[in-house]
């Protein structure tokens, strides 16, 4: 069967790959997506939420998707608190930093939905749905891929974006370096008693990091990347029970909570991936890389990767081969910096509050206080996070 030929062939349709699509829009390419399924919007409130920066929100409006999605579902954040281990606080305003917003909280399928309808409406881009990889080969001018049904498509660039366990990636023999952390992260939605007042508080406990997250209305998201013990201790407790263990976490300062979604959890590991781009590959999103989520910046990778991808292939000539490497690579070095900074920082701060030598406490809360006393740094540390250089 002869392959159906394209310019550039996507492979997933979670977040990052729909918004390169996106991103690819007014790109004189032809595109193809391959995924084995629409997202869907769940009833009531999605468990699944990220926090989203200016900069990437800026990136979405630009795509044509932030303008459409419903904005009542869409959270501000207005000030950030972080809490250590034994007393130190570190404040984060938006208002302090000359900004309008740190950052936005969104649900995964209110970003998703928008993104595919956007899709969906572009003239030079094959939706291929349902529809799942069977087999690929990488040949001298083209990436041919085979799915599952025994259609046959190729292309001159082929985009992995199919996530952490990516059948590209694995399909090619890339190398992913995986680092489990032995915790997972817990999710769940609940209703508050106190007004969120859009502030984002983060805890450094004993037993993990947890995160408050402020949705809309008078609801607050929770990530807790905790032990896998502990983990499955919460995930078995009854409602009732888990939402005062929540309260009670986090010194009951929203007062009592009430579950809006039941709590789910997956595993966290680091995973590094040296080589992203190949000869007529690229991988995006959580192919590309894992970070613990103790930042909240995974997706924020995500975006700026997709951003950064469809900026070399809309500067690249007509007349160039958007699958060769050394142009590739191009893409490769934007990203490194970012990619690298952010997981190992995320490593080395669950490092640092995960263990417990002597003397290490206090002079990690010690830390943080002197950077709260700092005005001018916590600042650049803010505007730096949220891309607003």
Same mark, same amino acid.
């Given at each position: 069967m002869q392959a159906t030929e394209f310019d550039v062939l996507i492979v997933g349709g979670g977040l990052a790959g729909l918004s390169l699509a996106c991103a690819l829009r007014d790109a004189r390419l032809r595109i193809a997506l391959v995924e084995q399924r629409p997202p869907l919007a769940p009833p009531g409130w999605d468990v699944r939420v990220y926090a989203v920066s200016p900069a990437n929100a800026a990136f979405l409006q630009a795509i044509g998707a932030w303008?459409?999605?419903?904005?009542?579902?869409?959270?501000?954040?207005?000030?950030?608190?972080?809490?250590?281990? =034994? &007393?130190?606080? #570190?404040?984060?305003?938006?208002?302090?930093? &000359? *900004?309008?917003? %740190?950052?936005? !909280? %969104?649900?995964?399928?209110?970003?998703?939905?928008?993104l595919w309808e956007n899709v969906k409406r572009q003239g030079q881009l094959t939706l291929l749905c349902p529809a799942a990889p069977r087999a690929l080969e990488i040949g001298p001018a083209a990436a041919v891929l085979t799915l599952a049904d025994g259609r046959a498509v190729s292309a001159r660039l082929l985009v992995g974006a199919d996530g952490r366990d990516s059948w590209v990636r694995d399909a090619l023999g890339l190398p992913a370096i995986n680092t489990p952390y032995g915790e997972m992260g817990l999710v769940a939605n609940l209703e508050c008693e106190r007004p969120h007042r859009g502030i984002a508080r983060q805890w450094f406990r004993d037993d993990g990091v947890l995160a408050w997250l402020p949705m809309a209305g008078n609801r607050i998201s !929770?990530?807790?990347?905790?032990?896998?013990?502990?983990?499955?201790?919460?995930?078995?407790?009854?409602?009732?029970?888990?939402?005062?263990?929540? =309260?009670?976490?986090?010194?009951?300062?929203?007062?009592?909570?009430?579950? %809006?979604?039941?709590?789910?959890?997956f595993p966290l590991r #680091?995973?590094?991936v040296p080589r992203v781009v190949a000869h007529r590959l690229a991988l995006i999103g959580d192919a590309a890389h894992g970070i613990h989520p103790l930042s909240g910046h995974g997706i924020?990778?995500?975006?700026?990767? =997709?951003?950064?991808?469809?900026?070399?292939?809309?500067?690249?000539?007509?007349?160039?081969? !958007? &699958?060769?490497? /050394?142009?590739?690579? +191009?893409?490769?070095?934007?990203?490194?910096?970012e990619?690298?900074?952010?997981?190992?920082?995320?490593?080395? *701060?669950?490092? #640092?509050? /995960?263990?417990?030598?002597?003397?290490? +406490?206090?002079? /990690?809360?010690?830390?943080?206080?002197?950077?709260?006393?700092?005005?001018?740094?916590?600042? #650049?540390?803010? /505007?730096?996070?949220? &891309?607003?250089?």
């Open positions: 303008q459409h999605m419903a904005a009542e579902r869409i959270a501000p954040i207005h000030a950030m608190q972080v809490f250590g281990d =034994a &007393g130190a606080q #570190l404040d984060f305003s938006a208002y302090q930093a &000359g *900004l309008p917003e %740190l950052g936005w !909280i %969104l649900e995964s399928s209110l970003m998703a939905c928008e !929770i990530v807790w990347s905790t032990p896998d013990e502990n983990a499955r201790t919460l995930l078995a407790m009854p409602s009732e029970e888990f939402c005062v263990r929540v =309260a009670a976490a986090g010194n009951c300062q929203l007062g009592s909570f009430r579950l %809006l979604t039941p709590a789910a959890a #680091l995973m590094q924020n990778l995500g975006y700026q990767d =997709a951003r950064a991808l469809a900026g070399v292939l809309a500067a690249t000539p007509d007349w160039q081969d !958007i &699958g060769n490497e /050394r142009l590739l690579a +191009r893409y490769q070095r934007q990203r490194r910096e990619t690298l900074l952010m997981q190992a920082t995320t490593h080395a *701060l669950h490092k #640092l509050f /995960r263990h417990d030598l002597p003397g290490l +406490r206090p002079l /990690r809360n010690l830390g943080m206080n002197l950077t709260n006393a700092l005005p001018v740094l916590k600042n #650049l540390l803010v /505007r730096y996070a949220i &891309g607003a250089f």
